[in-house]
């Protein structure tokens, strides 16, 4: 081996990393019954998300996702984290969702599915991350301000 090239050993000790904290960091987080958890936000809501293997259920509130979620775009909307990482139909998801509303909700458990995903196989982190479903969408509602009709929308001026 030339002077060049390193192996891996000597870039995981250059960042810092001993082989066995780098071999804990990776490892799945997966509970006694086979389930991953991650919690997902967006807005003002948040969703508690379980998965385990199995035929591609997913459950919201106690509901099937069709009904829970009737727009076609919601449930697309939910389905991205596993189109993206060619896991369809091979993970059940058991959540929970509550806060804002149905399209916030959405957003919330996509956030989650990503997350559970990445706990489950934490070789799927780079294509999520890469695609920007880890990140949590910050935005919100602005705050009516005093003195305005709105978050930023004066009071009609009136010359006369």
Known sequence: M????????????????????????????IDA????????RRKDSIARVWIKPGGGRITVNGKDQTIYFARPVLRMLITQPFLVT???NQFDVVCT?????LSG????????????????????????????????DS?????????????RRSFQFSKR
């Not at 909700?105 to 990445?118: C, D, V």
């Not at 935005?139 to 978050?151: D, H, P, S």
């Open 86 to 88: 060619q896991r369809a």
């Open 139 to 151: 935005r919100r509602v602005e705050r009516k301000k005093y003195g305005k009709a709105k978050a």
């Open 2 to 29: 030339s002077e060049t090239q390193t192996t891996l050993t000597d870039l995981k000790d250059l960042a810092g990393l001993s082989p066995e904290a780098e071999a804990e960091a990776v490892q799945p987080r």
């Open 97 to 101: 969702v509550k806060g804002g509303g």
């Open 105 to 136: 909700q959405a957003g919330a458990l996509r956030h989650g599915i990503s997350r559970a995903l990445t706990a489950y196989e934490p070789e799927l982190r780079s294509r999520l991350k890469s695609v920007g479903f880890l990140t949590r």
């Open 33 to 40: 019954q086979g389930r991953a958890y991650a919690t997902g």
